[in-house]
């Protein structure tokens, strides 16, 4: 059964900290990204990587920065925590190379920055 | 900019009738195209694909896609009160080598018993 994992559930940081989510997959997927999710704002894309290594902005990558260092483990670190990176972020991954492969999401973590 | 757009809803209806979300999608050369479900809290689910033009349909879902005129629809027949969610279109990016997708805001529904 596909699996992806995060970290926390739910974080409560304060503004200015580094903060840390990981996320790992178990399918032996190529692309994993990270999007974070907003009322009225829907999902938006932060970043992704297709290997080990690689990594990509998306529509808002402003703000976080990315680590990939294993295939199956994909970090995005918040370098110093605001109040607009309140949100809640879900990862997702996917097979490399076809467009019928779809992204399966892990269970989001709800992160509060106060 | 690739766009998606769906009705934000809520879209309510009673229990036993049908649903129908709609979906319209910019990019001319879109080939996949997905619907997930979304529950209140909880993270996306995909319940549908669909390629080819045409009905796709899968227990009580039916996706149907119309290419020319760049529209995806969902339908849920005999709604349950356990169908109240937001559901989410997503179209692949097909000029992106890792097949992004653009997502929707997402319909919310809600089935009233």
């Known amino acids: 059964d596909v699996k992806v994992t995060q970290s926390s559930r739910y974080l409560v940081k304060r503004t200015g900290e580094k903060v840390f989510l990981e996320c790992v997959q178990d399918?032996?997927?190529?692309?994993m990204f990270w999007y974070r999710q907003d009322p009225g704002l829907g999902l938006r894309l932060i970043y992704f990587?297709?290997?080990?290594?690689?990594?990509e902005k998306g529509d808002i990558p402003e703000g976080y920065s990315v680590s990939r260092e294993k295939k199956e483990r994909f970090s995005l670190i918040l370098e110093s925590a605001s109040t607009n990176q309140t949100s809640m972020y879900l990862c997702?991954?996917?097979?490399?190379?076809?467009?019928?492969?779809?992204?399966?999401f892990g269970p989001g973590t709800r992160l509060l920055v106060l | 900019q690739k766009e998606v757009e769906q009705n934000s809803g809520p879209l309510s209806v009673p229990e036993g009738a049908i649903a129908s979300l709609n979906c319209t999608y910019s990019?001319?050369?879109?080939?996949?195209f997905f619907w997930y479900r979304q529950y209140s809290g909880k993270s996306p689910e995909l319940i549908m694909s669909?390629?080819?033009?045409g009905d796709k349909e899968d227990g009580r879902f039916t996706a149907q896609l119309n290419k020319a005129s760049q529209y995806v629809s969902l339908l849920i027949r005999d709604s349950q009160p356990s169908d109240s969610a937001t559901y989410l279109c997503?179209?692949?990016?097909?000029?992106?080598?890792?097949?992004?997708?653009?997502f929707g805001k997402g319909t919310k529904l809600s089935v009233i018993p």
């Open positions: 669909i390629y080819s033009n």
């Open positions: 990587s297709y290997d080990v290594k690689m990594k």
């Open positions: 997503a179209v692949v990016d097909s000029g992106a080598g890792s097949y992004q997708l653009t």
């Open positions: 997702a991954s996917s097979r490399l190379g076809q467009s019928r492969e779809t992204q399966y």
């Open positions: 990019d001319r050369v879109s080939q996949s």
């Open positions: 399918m032996d997927h190529e692309n």
